[in-house]
C-alpha cells in the first residue's frame, strides 16, 4: 500500500488517498469524458474511504448518476463521481507519475477518435460491453 | 468559401466555431499539462481570428506565459495557448469539443519522455523530449519547475 499525495495544476486543491503500490489506471473515450477533457479521461483506483480532499473544487452534475469535479481556479480536472454509493475516481494526473499506476482498461474503446489511440496490449472494452459491465440493461452509461 | 466546424463543451454553455480547416492534435506530457488534464493534454492549433467562442468561459495564466481555459459551468478544457511571445495568436483547442476530434489527428507529442510509466500514447507520431523542447523553447523551464 502507498500514501498518494495529490495537486491539481495550481496546487489550490490537495488531495490524499491511499491506494496499492502499482494502482489500476481506467481510461475512458465516452464523447462526455472527451468534452470535459480534451481527451481521454484516466482515473487511479484508490481506496474510496481514505479521499481527503482540501481546496475550491466545483462539482458539475453531469447526467442524473454522475459528477464531475474540477479546480474553481484553474479548472483542473478532479474526478469522476457516483451520485449513487458516492465514490469518487480521482484524475490520475492529480499524482506524480500517475501514482505509478498501471492502464487495465480502457472503456467505449470503439469510440475513441480516429486521430489517436493508448498504445498496449490492456483490455479494450467496446461501448456495449462497458454498458453491459456498468449498466446492464440502461441506455447511456456515462 | 471555408467550412465551419462546430462543437462545444459537456453542458453546451460554451459553444465554439471554427472557419476551417482544423490543425493537427498535439500532445504534451508536461508536469502542468498532466495536472491539468489529469492525463495527457491534447490541443487543435488554429489561429485565433479564425475561431469564435461564446458562453462562461473562464482563464488561468498558468505559467508567465501560458493561460488555459475551461467553461466555468461543467468545467471542460477549452482552450491553451500563449497570450504574448513568439506562438501567441493560437490556441490549441481541446480536440474534445468536436465530434470525433474534428476529424484531426495526432502528429505529434511533446515532452513525450515524461509520459507516466502506466500508459502511453500509440503511432508513429514525432515525439520530442523534454530535453529537445527546452532547448527550443527556453521561457518554459519556468512553467515546468511551478509544479514541482
Redesign the interface.
Known amino acids: 500500500m502507498q500514501y498518494l499525495e495529490g495537486?491539481?495544476?495550481?496546487?489550490a486543491v490537495k488531495v490524499t488517498a491511499t491506494a496499492a503500490d502499482e494502482p489500476k489506471?481506467r481510461?475512458c473515450n465516452c464523447?462526455?469524458?472527451?468534452?470535459?477533457?480534451?481527451?481521454?479521461?484516466?482515473?487511479v483506483e484508490v481506496d474510496q474511504d481514505s479521499i481527503k480532499i482540501e481546496g475550491p473544487v466545483?462539482v458539475?452534475q453531469?447526467s442524473e448518476w454522475a459528477q464531475?469535479?474540477?479546480c474553481e481556479?484553474?479548472?483542473?480536472?478532479?474526478w469522476y463521481g457516483l451520485v449513487h454509493d458516492g465514490s469518487r475516481h480521482l484524475?490520475?494526473?492529480?499524482f506524480d507519475?500517475?501514482a505509478?499506476?498501471?492502464?487495465v482498461e480502457e472503456y467505449f474503446s470503439d469510440q475513441c477518435?480516429?486521430?489517436?489511440?493508448?498504445?498496449?496490449d490492456h483490455k479494450r472494452l467496446t461501448r456495449e460491453e462497458t454498458y453491459a459491465l456498468f449498466a446492464p440493461g440502461e441506455g447511456e452509461a456515462q | 468559401m471555408s467550412e465551419e466546424i462546430k462543437g462545444h463543451c459537456l453542458c453546451g454553455a460554451v459553444k465554439i466555431t471554427v472557419t476551417g480547416p482544423l490543425g493537427d492534435i498535439s500532445a504534451c506530457h508536461c508536469d502542468l499539462c498532466t495536472r491539468w488534464s489529469g492525463s495527457v493534454q491534447m490541443g487543435i492549433e488554429v489561429p485565433q481570428k479564425r475561431v469564435e467562442i461564446t458562453g462562461p468561459v473562464k482563464t488561468h495564466r498558468s505559467s508567465p506565459l501560458g493561460e488555459r481555459a475551461w467553461c466555468d459551468t461543467c468545467g471542460s478544457a477549452v482552450w491553451f495557448r500563449y497570450p504574448e511571445g513568439p506562438d501567441a495568436g493560437y490556441f490549441e483547442l481541446a480536440p474534445g469539443l468536436f465530434d470525433n476530434a474534428g476529424g484531426a489527428k495526432l502528429v505529434r507529442i511533446v515532452y513525450a519522455d515524461r509520459h507516466p510509466d502506466g500508459y502511453a500514447l500509440a503511432g508513429d507520431v514525432q515525439r520530442v523530449s523534454k530535453a529537445e523542447y527546452e532547448a527550443k523553447h527556453p521561457f518554459v523551464e519556468e512553467k515546468t519547475n511551478a509544479v514541482s
Do not use: D
Open positions: 495537486q491539481c495544476l495550481c496546487g489506471l481510461a464523447v462526455m469524458c472527451r468534452r470535459h477533457n480534451s481527451a481521454a479521461f484516466v482515473t466545483k458539475f453531469s464531475r469535479a474540477f481556479t484553474c479548472g483542473s480536472t478532479l484524475a490520475a494526473g492529480l507519475n500517475a505509478g499506476g498501471t492502464l477518435p480516429q486521430g489517436y489511440a493508448f498504445a498496449g
